[in-house]
């Protein structure tokens, strides 16, 4: 039994019309992003300062420009600590730029630090690959209208992350520098202070350097500072961003609920693949919601959580989509419009996205209360993020394995379909047959371009950042190539899914003939029942349409 | 019951081994003969950036736009100056074991006698200053010593707001341009390999300068990427600029010549001749290795071997509670000195 759907009565040319104009809206997506919007996000370079307190962070000071006893060069430097807790790195974000004092804005959504860690390469200060190296943070904030040194506790952490350095042959020498990974320092999934001032000690314990060199900052080698790199969403693409977001929310929301009366005016209850596509529509609503408006005016770290649950609800739902909406194609298949048929594949959807889940609610959830939490720093953490990505990994490998099989089978039932003697012979089964087939493939290549599209935006994204940053491609064109790449792949996944509910919904020239619509495999039926030569007519009327246009 | 001394050395505390590098810090040969032993101790950045300009550069007559900087930003001057007194200091621990190390070059804004010839020494000097300018001035703002950094565009918190400052070593860079070029309509040839060699030595920032990335997004996969680029250390960028001093190029009217190629007017004098190597260390050798030459540093005129006998920490060890206990070890040096009386005339 096969409802009609919209896209088998459109003629071709109305259906390149429609094509066309859907191009020139994409076109403008990805040109709202190149000329309006920055680059999506941008850094501050941190060296931090080295500094000595005498009082080894008991009186609860915090260490800044102003009151540092700097420590030039710290290889050179006698400690009068057995734990070294007297040296300091400062950093003062962010930086005073043209004697203006800047400031971090709501607009920036999250804040991230990266740290690395300078080596010297030393036959003294031994560095042994994957260095366990601890760190005493503490992260002071100050509202606009504090005094310029009147620092409030943020955070303070014990920070564990391992040390994985290299050096060249060549830089085994005196003066030779190791070429050391980064680190994750902290994410803020707000940026809700103006002004932030993270103080750092790297203690070492003698003691237990003495029973077990493995003990923490034993064998990183021979420190000589640390450098903070700080990342940020820009302002002005969160600006372009959340209008965009803005603008399609109520067009994604008008249709769908469009598309809601029409399966509602059906005299039958709503087909499986229906309802998926009413899901997926409605998922792309909550995707698009600009709930970010709030941020820039309370400071709701989790927004940034929040945002990561939308993307996989809106992905699993997508993926869920794909795998109905073959399945249903399988025309001699009796399990159709049965979602019980699809509950094996669809656990390896759940599977993975429960995974992914676990993984983000752990990383980002955890970071809620200490921003310089890593999953990786602990082995128990590491364990479960390892298990999460791979049962993920596995479990959507299975998912496109049993997805590709599907499809084969609708491409081989299609075949048989055509070269099969009752599709010769009986004018009305072939115009249903020729209607679901047409969906297929109409689907199938819209779905393989917008693919290729957001994979091909993806990879731009990551070409464009590497390649064309630097301190002269400010002014070209490209510089807002990437935010293009961002708004680009939006809009398109906006467009397929309103093509998706404009396309599929029931068609209303189906309405008056909705209560005489009879099961395809009586036949005979067709054949004796007077009242049915309304109905043959009418398919012939639409058969014939496509070639008066 | 201990093993091998060679294992327990190996599990040195990190904090015995600031010790050992002080104690071998303190005993490290002279750079340069002569000079005091052990760092001049400065006082915290701060103070030294509030105080203002010295004396010497304030009323610098060669470079009039360090005269007019030192009065609206005195502190990347300060930066700058001593970014190039850095430069000198790897310049010299380079090529300590050349004929012609560096020493007595003089600072650039000093307008040293060095520099007003073309001599291939003075292309190194000229870029190197540059260099060092820019990675002085550059570091400052990294590490929030200046205020007056400068974005890569005129900007105030709207624009940085709205794109982000990315200023990463260009106003350094810009910095070193502008104090180090001399302004005046003189064209002569020497100023022309001036600015080609002031050149070269921004440049050297930009070709050694390290890009890192970071991948950030959902779950901490690679929906956005973010890279930036940072200037590697001096010792790395004096390592490059005297690959190009090596190779530098004799400049005539018809040369082409790139924009990183050190370029020169003469010939180098016979240093020799020029000043007098009385008293240079010309080599240095302990049990393990040896370095210099001392037959072609000291133009024929011989040496000395002197032996040293240097007492320095080793294997230290932690006693609980808050003790260092350290042997003291004996390590056997032998300076080589030239001998030699100075000649009556001096070129530089």
């Known amino acids: 039994m096969a409802g009609g759907a919209v896209i088998e009565n459109l003629s071709n040319r109305k259906l390149f019309v429609i094509f066309a104009g859907l191009l020139v809206i994409q076109i403008m997506f990805f040109l709202i992003g190149a000329w309006y919007a920055p680059s999506p996000s941008s850094y501050m370079e941190f060296e931090m300062i080295t500094c000595r307190d005498e009082t080894k962070g008991l009186s609860g000071e915090w260490i800044h420009r102003d009151n540092c006893q700097q420590i030039s060069e710290l290889s050179e430097y006698t400690p009068s600590s057995f734990d070294l807790r007297e040296i300091v790195f400062i950093a003062k974000m962010p930086h005073t730029r043209d004697g203006i004092e800047l400031e971090y804005s709501p607009w920036f959504q999250f804040l991230l630090g990266v740290l690395h860690v300078d080596v010297e390469y030393s036959e003294h200060f031994k560095y042994v690959a994957h260095a366990p190296l601890e760190l005493e943070v503490r992260m002071g904030y100050r509202d606009k209208e504090s005094k310029k040194n009147e620092w409030k506790e943020l955070v303070t952490s014990n920070v564990t992350r391992i040390?994985?350095?290299?050096?060249?042959?060549?830089?085994?020498?005196?003066?030779?520098?190791?070429?050391?990974?980064?680190?994750?320092?902290?994410?803020?999934?707000?940026?809700?202070?103006?002004?932030y001032l993270i103080n750092i000690r790297i203690p070492i314990n003698q003691q237990a350097c003495q029973f077990d060199n493995k003990s923490a900052n034993c064998q990183i080698g021979k420190l000589t500072g640390l450098r903070l790199i700080e990342i940020h969403q820009n302002g002005g693409f969160t600006l372009v961003w959340l209008w965009t977001k803005t603008f399609m929310t109520p067009v994604v929301a008008i249709c769908l609920w469009w598309y809601y009366n029409r399966i509602n005016q059906l005299a039958r209850n709503p087909l499986l693949l229906e309802r998926a596509i009413l899901l997926l529509g409605l998922s792309l609503v909550i995707l698009d919601f600009p709930i970010e408006w709030i941020s820039l005016t309370y400071r709701i770290p989790f927004l940034l959580l929040i945002s990561d649950l939308r993307q996989g609800l809106f992905y699993t739902v997508l993926f869920s989509f794909w795998l109905i909406f073959a399945g249903e194609h399988l025309i001699d298949d009796n399990t159709r419009n049965n979602l019980k048929s699809y509950r094996f594949n669809l656990s390896f959807i759940i599977t993975a996205s429960?995974?992914?889940?676990?993984?983000?609610?752990?990383?980002?959830?955890?970071?809620l209360y200490d921003p310089f939490y890593s999953v990786w720093s602990s082995p128990t953490g590491s364990q479960i993020a390892y298990f999460a990505i791979f049962i993920s990994a596995?479990?959507?490998?299975?998912?496109?394995?049993?997805?590709?099989?599907?499809?084969?089978?609708?491409?081989?039932?299609?075949?048989?379909?055509?070269s099969a003697q009752i599709y010769q012979t009986s004018e009305n089964r072939r115009l249903k047959v020729e209607g679901v087939i047409y969906r297929f493939k109409f689907l199938m290549l819209f779905t393989l371009l917008c693919s290729a599209f957001t994979i091909a935006a993806y990879f731009m994204k990551q070409y464009g950042e590497a390649q064309l940053h630097g301190d002269e491609a400010r002014d070209g064109f490209l510089t807002g190539s990437t935010s293009a790449f961002f708004t680009g792949a939006f809009g398109m996944c906006n467009i397929y899914v309103l093509l998706l509910l404009a396309m599929y919904a029931p068609s209303h020239k189906h309405y008056r003939g909705a209560s005489q619509l009879i099961d395809e495999n009586d036949d005979d039926e067709i054949m004796e029942d007077p009242s049915n030569q309304h109905t043959e007519s009418n398919a012939m009327t639409t058969f014939l349409k496509p070639s008066t246009d | 019951m201990r093993a091998a001394p060679f294992d327990f050395f190996f599990q040195s505390t990190a904090l015995s081994t600031f010790f050992i590098l002080c104690s071998l810090a303190t005993n490290e040969i002279p750079t340069i003969s002569g000079a005091p032993a052990g760092k001049i101790v400065q006082p915290p950045k701060p103070n030294i950036l509030k105080q203002g300009c010295p004396s010497d550069l304030l009323h610098s007559r060669a470079l009039r736009s360090i005269q007019l900087a030192c009065r609206t930003h005195p502190a990347t001057v300060i930066s700058a100056f001593e970014g190039v007194q850095e430069g000198l200091q790897n310049c010299a621990n380079r090529l300590r074991f050349q004929q012609w190390d560096c020493s007595e070059a003089?600072?650039?804004?000093?307008?040293?006698?060095?520099?007003?010839?073309?001599?291939?020494?003075s292309s190194l000097i000229w870029a190197l200053s540059s260099a060092s300018a820019a990675w002085g001035v550059a570091t400052a703002c990294a590490q929030g010593w200046i205020d007056d950094c400068a974005c890569n565009n005129q900007m105030g918190q709207n624009e940085y707001e709205f794109g982000g400052c990315t200023h990463g070593v260009q106003h350094g860079i810009t910095a070193?341009?502008?104090?180090?070029?001399?302004?005046?309509?003189?064209?002569?040839?020497?100023?022309?390999?001036?600015?080609?060699?002031?050149?070269?030595?921004?440049?050297?920032i930009k070709k050694t300068l390290i890009s890192s990335c970071k991948c950030h997004g959902v779950s901490g996969s690679c929906q956005q990427k973010t890279c930036w680029k940072r200037t590697a250390t001096l010792e790395h960028i004096t390592d490059y600029l005297v690959e190009k001093y090596a190779r530098a190029k004799l400049y005539t009217d018809d040369s082409v010549?790139?924009?990183?190629?050190?370029?020169?007017?003469?010939?180098?004098?016979?240093?020799?001749?020029?000043?007098?190597?009385?008293?240079?260390?010309?080599?240095?050798?302990?049990?393990?290795h040896t370095q210099g030459d001392c037959d072609r540093l000291c133009c024929g005129n011989g040496f000395s071997i002197r032996h040293e006998v240097v007492r320095v920490k080793c294997d230290c060890e932690f006693v609980w509670c808050c003790n260092l206990v350290c042997k003291d070890c004996i390590q056997h040096r032998w300076i080589s000195t030239c001998n030699g009386t100075p000649p009556k005339s001096l070129i530089f």
């Open chain 1, 163 to 195: 040390l994985e350095c290299t050096i060249a042959e060549d830089e085994k020498k005196a003066g030779g520098t190791y070429d050391c990974d980064m680190l994750d320092l902290f994410e803020l999934g707000s940026s809700s202070y103006p002004f």
């Open chain 2, 176 to 204: 070193s341009r502008k104090l180090l070029t001399k302004v005046g309509a003189v064209n002569t040839l020497l100023r022309k390999v001036e600015k080609h060699n002031l050149k070269a030595g921004r440049l050297a």
């Open chain 1, 354 to 367: 429960l995974g992914l889940l676990i993984y983000d609610l752990i990383e980002r959830g955890i970071q």
């Open chain 2, 106 to 121: 003089g600072n650039i804004m000093h307008d040293p006698p060095l520099l007003r010839q073309g001599f291939r020494e």
């Open chain 2, 257 to 288: 010549v790139k924009t990183t190629d050190l370029i020169y007017l003469e010939a180098s004098p016979d240093v020799c001749k020029a000043k007098s190597v009385a008293g240079r260390v010309c080599a240095w050798r302990n049990e393990t």
């Open chain 1, 394 to 418: 596995i479990s959507t490998v299975a998912y496109f394995i049993f997805l590709f099989f599907k499809i084969a089978r609708v491409w081989s039932t299609i075949k048989s379909k055509r």
